[in-house]
Structure formats: C-alpha cells, structure tokens
C-alpha cells in the first residue's frame, strides 16, 4: 500500500500532505469520445436541438467541471486554476466527438483530476442534451493524455 498515496499506513483514505511540495506549473490534458447516430451528430453541427447549441454548453461544463473537482473527488485539493482550454473534434469514421481539455495551474499538485472530470462533465452534457433523439449513446475513451510538471515528471500517452 506504500504506493498508494492517498491511504494511510492503516489503509484509510486520506489527502495527501502537499505542504512541503514544491510550487511548480502544472498542466494536464484528457480526451473522451462519444459516439452517436449520424442524425444525431447532424443535430449539433446545425443546431437543431432544442435545448440550445449543444458545444457551447458542454463547453461551459467542462469548465465547471474543472473548477468544481474538488466537490466530488473526496481527495483531491482545492487547487487556484489559471487556465482551462476545451476543444471539440468531429470523430468521422466511427461518428462522433472528441472533447479535449488542458487544465493548467501552479500549485504544489497535479491538475489531472480537474482534467479528466472536465472531459466527464462535457461528455455527460452532450449527452444530456441530445437523449431526446438518441438515447443509445456511448461514452468511452476518457483518459490523461499528457501532463507536465511536478516531481513524479511528465506524462505522455502512447498511441
């Protein structure tokens, strides 16, 4: 358990003491997926769905997703965020969309966390606001994609 460093010696859950960590940049980034009928891809790029324009919503999501992590994620700290990108991409040969999002701060912790509820939190609206035509929807592929800073180094996924 030793590696494990969100239980303590006793193996309860704790947050980790990040007082005597160096202030470094922190950045994260993450990416999910989520696959729809064509109609239903259509009805986002032309707006044709009730509850609004689906991307800019889920835009927003992200962000609060981002900034709310610490609400839900019973260890994570609350970190000062300095900056949060969102992009959407057009998945065509399995019809879809990609989110990403870098989260970025520095602090003296990780800001993968923030990343990767951002993308959940973005998926999760899209869905909501399309269920109405395609309730079949799926959500995969949620993971960090890279991160930089702090003393364990960075991270790059391979593909």
Do not use: W
């Not at 696959?35 to 609004?52: C, N, V, W």
């Not at 109405?132 to 993971?143: E, F, H, R, S």
Request: net charge positive; hydrophobic share 40%.
């Amino acid at each position: 358990m030793s590696d494990l460093t969100h239980f303590d010696k006793a193996g309860r859950g704790r947050m980790v003491d990040v007082s005597d960590k160096e202030v470094t940049t922190r950045i994260a980034v993450a990416s999910g997926e989520i696959h729809m009928l064509q109609s239903t891809l259509e009805h986002i790029q032309q707006g044709k769905l009730k509850k609004g324009d689906v991307l800019a919503i889920a835009d927003v999501a992200a962000i609060m997703g981002a900034k709310k992590t610490p609400d839900f994620i019973p260890m994570c700290h609350p970190l000062m965020l300095s900056g949060i990108d969102v992009s959407f991409s057009e998945l065509t040969e399995t019809c879809g969309l990609k989110v990403q999002v870098s989260v970025k701060c520095k602090g003296k912790t990780g800001v993968e966390m923030e990343a990767l509820t951002a993308v959940s939190a973005a998926l999760l609206t899209i869905y909501d606001m399309c269920k109405a035509v395609d309730k079949g929807m799926t959500l995969t592929n949620i993971c960090l994609d890279k991160k930089t800073g702090g003393k364990s180094g960075d991270f790059i996924r391979k593909t």
